[in-house]
């Protein structure tokens, strides 16, 4: 049973857009904190962006004002727009979900990876220089 599953990945050039999705089933997709995480070569998979249950965007610095995440609870999908994308930001691409949780969450909690218990396989993207 997978719960959920990453598509959009690819190669792209620098300075170009991709757009990530993320697909649940067979849950009720809106009493989910949902965020991407990504893990490059070598390093620590790392956070990316969040969007509450409340609809709450964090973002890490390194994505700010480039990246836009989104949920749509009817269609059970998460989104990611990656704009501007650097050789940096070159991994593979995980979404995840909490818990069921309140309604409002803080931004610690939403931002840290040990929140989360359900991950899903994985999409890579690479940027090319």
């Known amino acids: 049973q997978v719960d959920l599953v990453e598509s959009g990945g690819g190669l792209v050039q620098s300075g170009g857009s991709l757009t990530l999705s993320c697909a649940a089933s067979?849950?009720?997709?809106?009493?989910?904190?949902l965020g991407w995480f990504r893990q490059a070569p070598g390093k620590e998979r790392e956070f990316v962006a969040v969007?509450?249950?409340?609809?709450?965007?964090y973002y890490a610095d390194s994505v700010k004002g480039r990246f836009t995440i989104s949920r749509d609870n009817a269609k059970n999908t998460l989104t990611l727009i990656m704009n501007s994308l650097k050789p940096d930001d070159t991994a593979v691409y995980y979404c995840a979900r909490t818990p069921r949780t309140a309604f409002y969450m803080s931004r610690d909690y939403l931002t840290d990876q040990s929140s989360y218990n359900t991950w899903g396989q994985g999409t890579q993207v690479t940027v090319s220089s």
């Open positions: 969007v509450g249950r409340g609809g709450a965007t």
């Open positions: 067979r849950r009720t997709f809106s009493d989910y904190n």
